[in-house]
């Protein structure tokens, strides 16, 4: 009896030391549940999807009803889970945890903070990191890091002016009225659809599976800026131009773009998405 009572023990002792192993790596971190609740809703995907995405994406065994409980009542969870949510939501992961500072959100919105704020706030952190992270191949850490400080943070201002939906609105109309008279015309409610546009078409840069067009970008930005009734001058953002000059010299010398391998890559998209034949 008492060799079994003690090889019990031990494989009580041996399981609780794979556990303890495991997770030394994976502390409990804090989660404030009312600030995941409302990432979840401006995802808009269901629980049982958004598992299935962290299982898949982050290889971490959570059901729905593990979610569903963080959602309601949860205060801690694993730092890997807490690190999922924040990528597969788009949201600050420090905010998640209870930090009272959005990064690159102006402090009048940390408070009680919009889902314009959040989505704002995640596509700019995602941003400068895919920016810290091409530097950092390019440059190597410390000159990576001198790089991002003196001219390349400055690339977030281009970023910072495209997610704005009334940069778009005056290059794009014309109102009827007078501005003055009805200002809602030509100034939007807020930037949802050019934020989501913005973080779809940066999706692949951001994930890390291509570089910056930086010279396109360039190119588009400018011509936002010559439309001589729009919000912004260009003198504004030389600095952020300049910056996305120096990446794209970056990029022709470390990682030259494929220029034929790109036009093939057009033309198939034309002929996935071919132009109607448009009546005279």
Known sequence: MREREGKAGRRLRTRRQILRAKYDQDPYVPLVAARLSEAVQIDGRPL???AQTIRRQHRLSYSWQNLH?????GVRCRASLRKAFAL???APEDYLGGRNELPYVPASFWETPSANALRYSALMIRVAGALRRDLGRWLGKDEARRAYDTWGQAM???FDALSDQSVWRHAAVIPTRSPVDDPGVMLPTDNTASIAWLTQMLEPWI??????HATGIDELFRGLLANPHGTGQPRSYASGLRALQKYAALCKKFARPRITELAAIAKLGRAVHPTDERAE
Do not use: I, K
């Open 48 to 50: 049982r999807e958004l």
């Open 207 to 212: 994930e890390g599976t291509a570089y910056l």
């Open 69 to 73: 409980h963080l959602t309601r009542r």
């Open 156 to 158: 977030l201002d281009v």
């Open 88 to 90: 597969v939501l788009n």
